[in-house]
């Protein structure tokens, strides 16, 4: 594996546990996440994160796997670009059902 792309898999493994720990402040629970806008705009940011790293990724060697990689790219871009646009719910979605998995196949990835 490249370093660049072993270097952009840790970056992602960071925010994710940044996202877990986010997850952990407001009790997992939906609507403490809804109610502090700064904790929204810190998912915000670090779902851009990573869907630059996975953009980055997919640049360097578009053989390295990993589902859902349009949507992932897509997603950076509706933040970046479409920011009126992002519903908490969305958000809270994505790291209740695909962070995990984004997570998984990373871990694999980085002991491959």
């Known amino acids: 594996m490249q370093p660049k792309i072993l270097k ?6 960071s925010i994710i546990s940044e996202i877990e720990l986010i997850k952990t402040k407001t009790n997992n629970n939906f609507n ?3 109610s502090d806008f700064i904790l929204q705009r810190a998912i915000e940011r670090d779902l851009e994160i990573i869907g630059e790293a996975v953009r980055k990724i997919t640049e360097l060697d578009a053989s390295v796997k990993l589902s859902s990689t349009k949507n992932i790219i897509g997603l950076r871009n509706i933040i970046s670009h ?5 519903e908490p719910e969305m958000i809270w979605g994505i ?3 695909n962070i995990p998995i984004l997570n998984e196949e990373v871990n694999n990835l980085i002991q491959s």
Do not use: E, M, V
């Not at 952009?8 to 493994?13: E, P, S, T």
């Open 32 to 34: 403490q996440f809804k």
């Open 95 to 97: 790291i209740q059902n």
């Open 8 to 13: 952009y898999l840790l970056d992602i493994q």
């Open 82 to 86: 479409a920011y009126d646009s992002i």
